[in-house]
């Protein structure tokens, strides 16, 4: 079975500083794939990045940038230059080869203080 | 333009009801789905169809039926409405049913049964 964690259910940072959200996943398959997305307010789930497992380099999207560490099974997201904008629920997830489903973690609230 | 856009944004009923959700996508995409967010913020994947047949379908009571009329709608109806079916529901879609593939999602519809 695969499953999604996320071990720090609230962050806060300070506007302009960077902050990096985690999260480890377990998964038996070789091929599969990674995204964060975030949820502000709104509801609406947006795409922030996401991270092709055969790849070694880390994805990176403007001031969004992963850690991706295949052995440990873990990817993290790192936000540079926080804004206020970032503040939201973000959700990483994982989808493996062959099952086209999205496998949720739990959630990460940030909070950017100003 | 709306890509993923879902009708109502808000339904209030009262238990033992039946009521449906909407959902178009102006995106070209092949697979739509449908997702459950909880009072605790969790997503899990309900339904998802391709080009109008049914290929994920998961533990999920009968009371929930996806209805796919075309390959850009894809509804929800749910009869008997429960407590427990409080919650945001969420449609995505994706190009096709692939690990690869990015979903993007609706702006959810918030269910309150009462």
């Known amino acids: 079975a695969q499953t999604v964690t996320q071990s720090q259910p609230e962050m806060s940072v300070q506007e302009a500083e960077t902050v990096t959200l985690s999260c480890t996943y377990d998964t038996s398959e070789s091929d599969y794939y990674l995204f964060w997305y975030k949820q502000p307010p709104s509801r609406q789930m947006i795409l922030v990045i996401r991270q092709e497992a055969y790849k070694q380099q880390n994805a990176t999207e403007n001031r969004f940038s992963v850690n991706f560490q295949k052995a440990a099974k873990s990817f993290s997201l790192k936000i540079s230059d926080s804004q206020l904008g970032d503040a939201a629920m973000y959700f990483c997830?994982?989808?493996?080869?062959?099952?086209?489903?999205?496998?949720f973690g739990t959630g990460t609230r940030l909070k950017v203080l100003a | 333009d709306t890509a993923v856009s879902q009708t109502p944004k808000y339904l209030v009923t009262q238990m033992g009801n039946d009521k449906s959700i909407k959902c178009e996508q102006n995106?070209?995409?092949?697979?739509m789905y449908w997702y459950k967010q909880d009072s605790k913020k969790f997503l899990k994947i309900m339904f998802s169809?391709?080009?109008?047949?049914?290929?994920i379908n998961e533990t999920v009571p009968n009371r929930f039926s996806p209805k796919s009329p075309d390959k850009a709608h894809l509804n929800l109806h749910i009869n008997s409405l429960e407590l427990g079916d409080s919650a945001v529901y969420f449609c995505?879609?994706?190009?096709?049913?692939?690990?690869?593939?990015?979903?993007?999602f609706g702006p959810g519809t918030r269910l309150l049964v009462l």
């Open positions: 995505a879609s994706s190009q096709t049913p692939t690990s690869s593939e990015t979903q993007y």
């Open positions: 995106l070209g995409h092949d697979t």
């Open positions: 997830a994982l989808c493996t080869s062959g099952t086209y489903k999205y496998i």
């Open positions: 169809y391709n080009n109008k047949e049914l290929i």
